[in-house]
T-cell receptor, first 111, second 112 residues
Framework: GENVEQHPSTLSVQEGDSAVIKCTYS??????FPWYKQELGKRPQLIID?????GEKKDQRIAVTLNKTAKHFSLHITETQPEDSAVYFC??????????FGSGTRLQVQP | EAQVTQNPRYLITVTGKKLTVTCSQN?????MSWYRQDPGLGLRQIYY???????DKGDVPEGYKVSRKEKRNFPLILESPSPNQTSLYFC???????????FGPGTRLTVT
């Protein structure tokens, strides 16, 4: 089945710096790659997604890039703020089961 | 307000005592899923349903059952809970496989 690997598992940055989280996937048929943010004690919420017909998508301070040839995609957060501190999950669609999630990255933004 | 609800939010039970966690959505979504979240393992899909009376196994279905008799409801049933089912459970719904999944608030289950 689909395997989605996510790195790093923890990431600490200074406020104002950039953060990058990387994921790789195994199913070449995957064509939908969302990123979810989960704040402590809360439910995961979609922050950005990308489909395989584009290589990059931006939404204010966050961006996602996709390299279908290499089967990897990345989340970029610029000008990080303390409220960006959370666990971030990447995911890729797989067959009929919708999404396979990565194991998560705990991002801590130090003020 | 568009939402996914789950009940109960917290549950402590004993091994072998059957329990049901309810999930309901008011967005007329066809696709619903159950996930469990464990530290370091991310979100793993237990079961999913593409429509009423259509359900299928996810990655970790052992020990769980589901039913989808109505479009809005997708209960998760643990016939004989065991301690390894202690976890945080999320229900989610979406309008399709490749669209945003809306998660419920989560149910923290402890089986002693």
């Amino acid at each position: 089945g689909e395997n989605v690997e996510q790195h790093p598992s923890t990431l600490s940055v200074q406020e104002g710096d950039s953060a990058v989280i990387k994921c790789t996937y195994s199913d070449s048929a995957s064509n939908y790659f969302p990123w979810y943010k989960q704040e402590l004690g809360k439910r995961p919420q979609l922050i950005i997604d990308i489909r395989s017909n584009v290589g990059e998508k931006k939404d204010q301070r966050i961006a996602v890039t996709l390299n279908k040839t290499a089967k990897h995609f990345s989340l970029h957060i610029t000008e990080t703020q303390p409220e960006d501190s959370a666990v971030y999950f990447c995911a890729a669609n797989t067959g009929r089961r919708a999404l396979t999630f990565g194991s998560g990255t705990r991002l801590q933004v130090q003020p | 307000e568009a939402q996914v609800t789950q009940n109960p939010r917290y549950l402590i039970t004993v091994t072998g005592k059957k329990l049901t966690v309810t999930c309901s959505q008011n967005m007329n979504h066809e696709y619903m899923s159950w996930y469990r979240q464990d530290p370091g393992l991310g979100l793993r899909q237990i079961y999913y349903s593409m429509n009423v009376e259509v359900t299928d196994k996810g990655d970790v279905p052992e020990g769980y059952k589901v039913s989808r008799k109505e479009k809005r409801n997708f209960p998760l049933i643990l016939e004989s809970p065991s301690p390894n089912q202690t976890s945080l459970y999320f229900c989610a719904s979406s309008s399709g496989r490749v669209y945003e999944q809306y998660f419920g608030p989560g149910t923290r289950l402890t089986v002693t």
